[in-house]
């Protein structure tokens, strides 16, 4: 097969997974308001934020292309944050195959939860590695992206003190239940987790830059035509 052929192989190949990608989002997010009691409360969680981010990115390079490390990066970041703190820290490590509909329960919301926890993340996580080989992030770059989440905490405790005592998810998370732990509490919560996004950055920069290594120059637009 000729180089070109190759690329446009590679092309098709990549738009396709990135469909996928975005279907599996967009049928998350709406089991989880499916399933939602008040149709206000899943954009209050991390969870439905960064797969709404995450489906409008992949949209988005669908229609116009590969936007910059630094944009791919952060979208990334975000989603593997929803999928490792859901899994070790709400779900404390429990197989995910226990959210497969069994008709049993609320087989709706599960498949939301399995989607946009699981689904989403690991795809995106490939995606980071295995396409856009040829974007280089910068080792900075986990400063910039630290941004959101940190901006996420001011609105979670925010929204929180303004809800009356013993409102219904007051706080989203329970590692950010002012109620239980008070202010200091989750502030050693907010450190150390800070601290877990900041590595986490850093290894997926460093993933990135390590497979990177192996990309092969762009195909200019006229060889590929």
């Known amino acids: 097969m000729s180089v070109t052929g190759q690329y446009r192989v ?57 936007a910059s490390a630094l944009l791919k990066g952060a979208v990334t970041l975000f989603i593997s944050i929803t999928g490792l703190v ?55 770059a986990p400063l910039v992206w630290l941004a959101y989440p940190a901006f996420y905490l001011v609105f979670a405790l925010t929204r929180g003190a303004l809800l009356e005592p013993g409102t219904d998810r007051r706080y989203p998370y329970p590692f950010l239940d002012v109620d239980k732990l008070g202010y200091g509490g989750v502030a050693v919560q907010a450190v150390l987790l800070t601290l877990f996004f900041a590595v986490l950055g850093c290894v997926l920069v460093g993933l990135h830059r390590l497979v990177s290594r192996t990309a092969r120059p762009p195909v200019p637009a006229e060889s590929a035509a």
């Open 10 to 66: 590679c092309v098709n190949g990549t738009h396709a997974y990135r469909v996928v990608l975005v279907a599996a989002g967009l049928a998350g997010l709406v089991c989880t308001w499916l399933a939602a009691s008040d149709p206000l409360n899943p954009p209050v969680y991390f969870t439905v934020q960064s797969n709404i981010m995450l489906v409008a990115y992949y949209v988005w390079t669908l229609w116009r292309g590969v």
């Open 86 to 140: 859901f899994h070790f820290i709400l779900m404390h490590g429990a197989s995910p195959l226990g959210l497969l509909p069994d008709g049993q329960g609320d087989d709706v919301g599960q498949m939301g939860n399995l989607l946009l926890h699981y689904v989403t993340p690991i795809m995106a996580f490939a995606d980071w590695l295995v396409f856009d080989r040829t974007l280089r992030p910068v080792w900075t």
